[in-house]
């Protein structure tokens, strides 16, 4: 059994990979994105795994059901709202359903497992929390939620810092917590180290299960170089005081994971991450189309040894 903790855009590639080859896959999935949006319930990193498994995401974006029309978001605008978090008429009805089912007493495990059943999704998405953790980013020009900092802003201004709101007195998901106890290999996917996985290592339960199962934890870069396949991993290292590549991110995962899958262009830094007392592993991680996407799951299921 595989357990993966896992974001959105830059993790669901990695998590199709493994789940073409493995039945038995537990996702634990941030919720430090999620954001609400007109009086419903955005749960970007579990929207986007549901809809990669569903094969529904829209893959060019990394977000949102492909074809997806926005007649919904057009009258919004008519009606003088914001616009900028483009939600999509099929999305949106996923936001919907799950904000009734919240009000309707549900927790958001629950919703997430039947979706996973609407959806007809056999890998397990585990929500790391049912409580509320919310990142916010620090700029120059204030504080601003993660969403509002990339989407609204286009991540232009200045991070100073991040911040991880609610995570201190989040209780973590029984379930996540089992998921990790019983996995034979834990793979820290290759989403933004800082706001994807980092907001799920802030929670205790889930940074102490980790750190006794170390042994068993990899990790996979999100870099080549000191770049980011997508999204502003860098930018957040950097503001975080982080070396920006794949030594740095070891050093950050080092209490919590003593395995590390980065690229053979970065094979200078074996050395420097083996000191760390982790073992490396080099492959290609870049996941381009579906022949890849399956070459790393494998990688990682026949290769890496924990
Ligand atoms: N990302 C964007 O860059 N622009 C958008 O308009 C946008 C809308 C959106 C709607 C639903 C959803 O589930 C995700 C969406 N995202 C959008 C992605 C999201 O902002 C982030 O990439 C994730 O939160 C990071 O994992």
């Known amino acids: 059994m595989i357990t993966i903790l896992a974001g959105g855009t830059g993790s669901v590639k990695l998590v199709r990979g493994l789940v073409s080859q493995e039945h038995d896959v537990n996702v634990i999935s941030n919720v430090g994105d999620n954001y609400w949006l007109y009086g419903m319930y955005v749960c970007p990193d579990i929207d986007t795994i549901v809809y990669g498994l569903a094969d529904l995401l829209d893959y060019e974006r990394g977000w949102g059901i492909k074809k997806d029309t926005f007649n919904f978001l057009r009258q919004m605008e008519v009606f003088g709202e914001e616009t900028w978090f483009r939600i999509g008429d099929r999305d949106a009805a996923t936001h919907l359903i799950r904000t009734n089912m919240l009000k309707n007493g549900k927790n958001l495990s629950d919703i997430t497992k039947w979706m996973c059943e609407k959806f007809a999704v056999g890998a397990k998405v585990i929500p790391v929390t049912d409580n509320s953790v919310e990142t916010r980013i ?169």
Not at 153 to 164: A, F, L, N, T
Not at 271 to 280: A, S, T
């Open 138 to 306: 620090i700029t120059d020009k204030g504080e601003l939620h993660l969403q509002e900092y990339w989407v609204k802003y286009r991540g232009k201004d200045k991070v100073e810092g991040i911040q991880y709101i609610g995570a201190d007195k989040a209780r973590p998901n029984p379930e996540a917590i089992n998921a990790i106890h019983d996995a034979d290999m834990v793979i820290l996917a290759p989403g933004n180290p800082l706001t994807s996985i980092g907001p799920m290592l802030q929670i205790k339960g889930v940074r102490k299960e980790l750190s006794k199962m170390k042994k068993r934890v990899v990790a996979v870069s999100p870099l080549i170089g000191n770049k980011a396949f997508s999204g502003p991993a860098a930018q957040y290292m950097e503001a975080a005081g982080i070396e920006v590549n794949a030594y740095g991110l070891a050093k950050m995962y080092s209490d919590v994971c003593s395995n590390i899958v980065i690229d053979s262009k970065d094979k200078l830094l074996t050395k420097k991450i083996q000191n760390l007392d982790m073992h490396v592993y080099e492959t290609k991680i870049a996941m381009k189309n579906k022949m890849a996407e399956d070459a790393l799951g494998s990688f990682l299921l026949k290769q890496v040894r924990v």
